[in-house]
């Protein structure tokens, strides 16, 4: 039973007939009737031609085969031909071997160098997103602590993160008006008949300001906190489409449904009814979704045409 075999629906079935590897190895450690010798789960690609007056068309197939362990590539190949043999269906079939992955040849994944690629840069991009995290939010703690200062003509405020339960208390300050005009007093007045005010007596502290260098910014962009709130952020700015989100969300579940499916019938148990469902109406939103990349470029050229327009 380790073994895979055909189970019918040749012409409408799967590629695969590799059976159990599990219970072929379960099957050589048994404490019940342990087999007299080593059993190993042999993975091998077969091309099987039927007569031409069945179908012209070969076809690939994928079996697994539960032997003993002691056995090479060759005697697989040996063990298939005499299976073919015994069936005296020569005339009416060939088979084929193509390739034979042998147990012997075990898959170590730690050698595999695209393995070690992806684990290296895996742990680049997650000390990238820690160290960008931590940074984001030590910047966002020492801002709280400073002071926030507010200078204009008439007021001076002071408010202080640590201070919340103190409510923030304005006080007048009556500000000399020689100071913004070289010495000199200025007699002119605002027009609702208030004490002008310009903008160099409106004075911000850059305290809350905090001087960030190149890689500074570079580990800022990885931090999972401002990339999730930038995420997550709702508001539509009033200079753009906001139909264009809705486009773009529905694209991209378009192209996620027409992938998913495409990939499931390569592995499903009837590959060949994606032939008979095809002709079905509700397919072709899954057929059809090459329009979904269609839209992205119509998304593109509408902002690039939108931003032009605006500026011009």
Same mark, same amino acid.
């Given at each position: ?23 072929? $190895? ?43 362990? #002691?056995? &090479?590539?060759?005697?697989? +190949? ?19 071997? /193509? ?9 170590? $994944? ?5 393995? /070690?690629?992806?684990?290296?840069? #895996? ?12 940074? @984001? =939010?030590?910047?966002?703690?020492? =801002?709280?602590?400073?002071? &926030?200062?507010?200078?204009? +003509?008439?007021?001076? /405020?002071? #408010?202080?993160?640590? %201070? ?16 913004? +005009?070289?010495? %000199?007093?200025? +007699?002119?007045?605002?027009? @609702? ?11 911000? #502290? ?20 401002? &990339? ?10 009033? @200079?753009?489409?906001?139909? /264009? ?6 694209? $991209? ?32 939103? =899954? ?26």
């Amino acid at each position: 039973d380790a073994s895979g075999r055909y189970g019918g629906s040749f012409l409408w079935g799967n590629t695969y007939w590799v059976g159990s590897a599990t219970l072929c $190895m379960q099957t050589s450690h048994s404490d019940s009737r342990p087999p007299p010798f080593l059993l190993g789960f042999y993975i091998l690609r077969t091309h099987i031609l039927l007569d031409k007056h069945i179908t012209p068309q070969m076809r690939s197939q994928l079996m697994g085969i539960c032997l003993p362990l #002691s056995c &090479n590539s060759q005697d697989v +190949n040996h063990v298939i031909e005499l299976s073919a043999r015994e069936a005296k269906l020569h005339s009416q079939r060939s088979v084929d071997v /193509v390739t034979v992955k042998s147990p012997h040849n075990k898959y170590i $994944m730690s050698e595999d160098p695209i393995f /070690v690629i992806i684990m290296v840069s #895996s742990s680049i991009i997650a000390i990238f997103l820690i160290a960008g995290t931590a940074l @984001d =939010i030590y910047r966002q703690r020492k =801002i709280a602590k400073r002071a &926030n200062f507010t200078y204009d +003509n008439y007021t001076f /405020v002071f #408010s202080k993160s640590a %201070h919340r339960s103190i409510n923030a208390v304005a006080v007048p300050v009556k500000m000399s008006r020689e100071n913004n +005009n070289g010495g %000199h007093p200025s +007699n002119e007045s605002a027009t @609702d008949g208030s004490d002008p005010t310009t903008e160099s007596n409106s004075v911000t #502290s850059d305290e809350t300001v905090i001087k960030t260098g190149l890689f500074s910014e570079i580990l800022l962009s990885f931090s999972i906190r401002r &990339n999730l709130k930038t995420i997550c952020d709702q508001s539509v700015g009033a @200079d753009t489409i906001p139909t /264009v989100h809705g486009l773009r969300a529905i694209s $991209m579940a378009w192209v996620i449904l027409g992938h998913t499916c495409i990939v499931a019938f390569k592995y499903s148990d009837n590959m060949s009814y994606r032939g008979v469902v095809e002709r079905e109406f509700l397919f072709q939103t =899954i057929n059809n979704g090459a329009f979904s990349v269609d839209t992205f470029f119509f998304i593109s050229g509408l902002l690039v045409s939108f931003l032009y327009f605006r500026t011009t």
